[in-house]
């Protein structure tokens, strides 16, 4: 930014003349070409040269949320991949986007972390601004906007799609909202995954998701979620205990933002791997609630309780 301060650019009043209230539209009315979406048109190789150079960046993969008890859980696998290779083994693509939201993305990770951190620094410049935060939704539909200004480079193989998810303090719950290349946003209700792996993701919470599941019981399933997506999907990690590399997963409740820690990452990951080697496809879901179709039948936990998702998810 040093070119801006030197006499031949904009001098630093020139930043002070206006108060916008976003980031994004402040630096694209004095520096349009620093955004991510504006750098870099036309100068990918054309032909086939060029789709070689793309599908060989390292691209990020599955991502996963889930709504619970006082709030949500979003969690992402740690592998990117760059054609048929992995390039990374231990990528954190679920990140802190302010207090009380997180953000996660999946598509060409250099597009998706730059565009991470401009959306951090729109939140924090408008706080700054405003002298208070946007609303849960307001958000949502910020990164909407940014979404749509990154189409050009979409439209070159560059896509990046984001997963944006947060706990809503004027309703008291969590939220997730989705996107496309064009924008969005799309509100998911319950659970939502996007990436490479996200229909398997999706498959297994479809199985293991249950209303009001506590931070501990989403977690443990998001997980259970990440590892069945690896186990179809090459470009999805799992848990690699060798080389202690876990999922990365987050909480966000009125509590605010929080990361687990890694050894609780790794407890996480240890239960599911040590089910798995009992039963590989995962835990099973209960085929019949027989407790809630005849009373005197002997009870059993049922997928549609509490008590019951947690048998099924802790089940060796």
């Known amino acids: 930014m040093g070119a801006y301060f030197d006499g031949k650019g904009m001098t630093p009043g020139a930043f002070m003349t206006a108060r916008v209230p976003s980031f994004a539209d402040f630096l694209g009315s004095y520096a349009p070409e620093l955004l991510p979406g504006a ?17 060989d960046l390292p691209h990020a993969t599955t991502i996963v949320a889930a709504a619970c008890e006082r709030g949500v859980v979003m969690a992402g696998d740690r592998r990117a991949t760059g054609g048929n290779m992995i390039v990374k083994r231990d990528v954190e693509k679920v990140l802190r986007s302010d207090e009380y939201s997180a ?25 700054k601004m405003e002298g208070r935060s946007l609303s849960l939704e307001g958000k949502a539909n910020r990164l909407a906007t940014m979404v749509r200004g990154n189409i050009a480079l979409a439209m070159q193989g560059l896509a990046m799609i984001p997963l944006f998810a947060g706990y809503d303090e004027e309703t008291g719950i969590g939220r997730i909202f989705s996107y496309d290349v064009a924008g969005g946003p799309y509100e998911e209700h ?5 990436g490479s792996g996200s229909v398997f993701a999706k498959s297994a919470l479809k199985k293991l998701y249950s209303d009001d599941m506590s931070v501990t019981d989403a977690s443990l399933a998001c997980v259970q979620a990440l590892y ?26 009125d509590d605010g933002f929080r990361r687990l820690t890694d050894a609780e990452a790794a407890e996480l990951s240890q239960q599911v791997v040590d089910g798995r ?12 609630q027989l407790a809630l179709a005849d009373p005197h039948l002997p009870r059993r936990a049922s997928k ?13």
């Not at 080697?277 to 019949?288: F, I, K, N, T, Y």
């Not at 549609?304 to 060796?316: E, K, P, Y």
């Open 39 to 55: 750098r870099g048109l036309g100068a990918l190789p054309g032909g086939a040269g060029g789709s070689d150079v793309i599908k």
């Open 103 to 127: 953000i996660a993305m999946a598509g060409v990770a250099s597009i998706g972390l730059e565009f991470i951190r401009l959306f951090q620094v729109e939140l924090e410049h408008y706080e």
């Open 190 to 194: 319950r659970y939502h995954s996007i």
């Open 228 to 253: 069945d997506a690896a186990d179809d999907d090459s470009a999805t990690g799992g848990p690699d205990l060798t080389r202690r590399i876990f999922p990365v997963i987050t909480a966000i409740t």
């Open 277 to 288: 080697m009992q039963s590989p496809d995962g835990p099973l879901a209960a085929l019949r």
């Open 304 to 316: 549609g309780s509490a008590s019951g998702v947690h048998a099924v998810l802790h089940v060796a």
